[in-house]
């Protein structure tokens, strides 16, 4: 059942994180790259939890942040230990995804956790088969349905590992918030 909404400040909290950073990045001499993906390097293995927090340019950040809010905050409708677990599990799934497949020199951006986000909200539905979940994925969809385009942009410097294992994870996440926690009380949807 939807209680009143809160605010969204977690989905907020991470995009301040991530402007933060770009700030630094852009004003500091260093280069926070040594927080993004190299793929297949064991030292970089820990960084599937860092490389969504740093960007590679202005467009970069400016591009994720509203789908990241908007979709974050949705998510946040589904409790706020969802979102935790949801975003923890993209970020495992989509990284370890991305570590192993990418062709890309250093990956970073949010946009894997994008689609991460986006595939929850649509599989949610199917995994929960309720009217509201339903509802929520045919707005999601007519709004963010072009991210499909997304998973086939095969540029250079574009992950598409990225994007691929970060919808991956988001659809395990969906499984994965209906077996166990369907009746949980953090569950409001």
Do not use: C
């Not at 490389?51 to 942040?65: A, D, E, K, R």
């Not at 905050?73 to 677990?85: C, D, E, H, N, P």
């Not at 499909?148 to 395990?172: E, K, Q, T």
């Amino acid at each position: 059942m939807l209680r009143r909404y809160k605010i969204p400040f977690d989905a907020i909290w991470l995009l301040a994180i991530m402007w933060s950073l770009f700030i630094v990045d852009f004003l500091l001499p260093i280069s926070l790259n040594f927080l993004g993906l190299s793929p297949r390097r064991l030292l970089s293995l820990p960084n599937i939890f860092t490389f969504p927090l740093v960007h590679s340019g202005l467009w970069h950040i400016v591009s994720n942040s509203l789908p990241f809010v908007i979709l974050g905050s949705i998510i946040q409708l589904y409790g706020r230990t969802t979102y935790w677990l949801t975003t923890f599990i993209i970020l495992l799934v989509g990284g370890i995804g991305t570590w192993l497949f990418s062709s890309a020199g250093i990956v970073v951006g949010a946009s894997g956790l994008i689609f991460g986000y986006w595939s929850f909200l649509l599989s949610s539905a199917y995994f929960r088969k309720s009217l509201k979940t339903f509802a929520i994925a045919f707005v999601v969809f007519i709004f963010y349905g072009s991210l499909l385009f997304g998973l086939f942009d095969l540029r250079s410097h574009i992950s598409w590992a990225g994007h691929f294992w970060g919808l991956i994870g988001g659809v395990v996440a969906a499984y994965w918030s209906v077996k166990n926690i369907r009746n949980a009380a953090d569950s409001e949807i």
